[in-house]
């Protein structure tokens, strides 16, 4: 059975090997929803093939049909005991926008003071390459495994189209006891996490348009309707002054924590003097007369990612713009289902379309919902009893706002108890410029993985 010290000992022997398989995998621009990366999304899936291979996995790439054919590595290695562990990761990354923002190239992994920075360098590829290589690590030992099935996808970031509609078919190969995965954060300070519920999601593009073409605006203002003007009233009309939601039926299905949730919650969130340290504002959205962690971890959002329209150029332009569109989405509760949430804000933007414009919905998704687990199962003691190990602190359970699309419907096809622990920090600015992962936090990922899994294979 390894040790906490087991991991840190096969980090330094290895360090050089380890990083240049790390940086391999950084190095292909694995935007899972730009066509024109595929090949990099092909490679990046050739290369997980031929890294799990030689230790012992019986390696399948599966392209779905449909949509774009980002490829999906699924993969199995029989092992001992009765249990069977799923391992759920990604290796697709967010578009490496706006590069003026890096100060080293998105998609050249570089070692600073301790950090790769990179696209992907935490979200996924680190921290699914800090399991993998706890994994060979183990292998390489001697040391006994669960049976382990992996299942490793390039569309996590676009909603895992692909892996939504091929996972039934797939129920018996995705079989498992015990689902994990390492795409979340610890706790404030670093402590270890317990992921105890996620927030669904699911988004769509509006588009407001009126004249058929950009009008100038002393001939035509006061007199044509502006698709800029109308965008911003129609967003401003989704929340409330007190910043509470105003969709009428957006709510109704909102399910309050328990005191014994809302208890370990807080127990796990950070003060709002250290988050307007950490991101340089204060914690100020959302609905006012609720608490932090309220706010974010157990209630739905809906948030604009984006506002177009009309001339940004330098100077000036005196244009009524033809169109202007605006990028959003919703992060759901457990029982919110997100078509209920789409209709419920598609009906509130046309019943309040000015005069004279006209609303189209475009790429809206099936989107996912959220979930919340029971915070005494088997497997949370189980893994609390190991995060102590690792730090004598102990575990904080969290209920993270973010969304991991795929986990509850991966849940539900392989019966597994799903289990998320990952080692991420706000100070890692996943989907920003300068994305980076600490190598203190790669070894701490391989760490869980030893001991985890060997704790698994008894």
Known sequence: MPDTAFAPAYFDKNRQAILDDWFALLRLPTVGTDPKRLGDCARAAAWLKKFLKPLGFAVDIITPEGGLPVPIVLAERPGAGATTVLFYGHYDVQPEDPLDGWKTPPFEPTLIDGRVYARGAQDDKGQVMGFLMGVKALIEAGMPLPTLRLVIEGQEESSS????????????????????????????????????????VTHFTLTVSGPGYDLHSGIHGGLAPNPAQGLARLLASLHNDDGSIAVSGFLDRVRPPS?????????????????????????????????????????????????????????????????????????????QTPSEAFAAVKKHLTDRCPRGLTLTFSDSDSGAPGFRLPVHSPVFRLAADVLRKIDPRGALFHWDGASIPIV?????????APLLVGFGREEDKIHCPNESFGLDQFVSAMTWSTLMLSELAV
């Open 161 to 200: 189209k692909g892996l939504t509609a091929l996972a039934p078919l797939l129920r018996q190969r995705l079989h498992a006891d015990v689902l994990m995965v390492s795409d979340t954060s610890s706790g404030p300070a670093s402590q270890p996490a317990i992921v105890a519920g996620l927030r669904g």
């Open 259 to 335: 005191e014994e949730e809302l208890g370990l919650a807080r127990e796990s969130v950070i003060t709002p003097e250290a988050y307007e340290k950490e991101i340089g504002c204060p914690p100020a959205g959302g609905q006012q007369n609720l608490d932090m962690v309220t706010r974010v971890s157990f209630m739905p959002t809906i948030e604009i990612n984006g506002i177009h329209g009309g001339y940004g150029g330098p100077g000036s332009k005196t244009v009524i713009p033809s169109s202007a569109l605006a990028k959003l989405s919703m992060r759901l509760v457990p029982d």
């Open 408 to 416: 509850a419907l991966l849940q539900h096809v392989s019966g597994a």
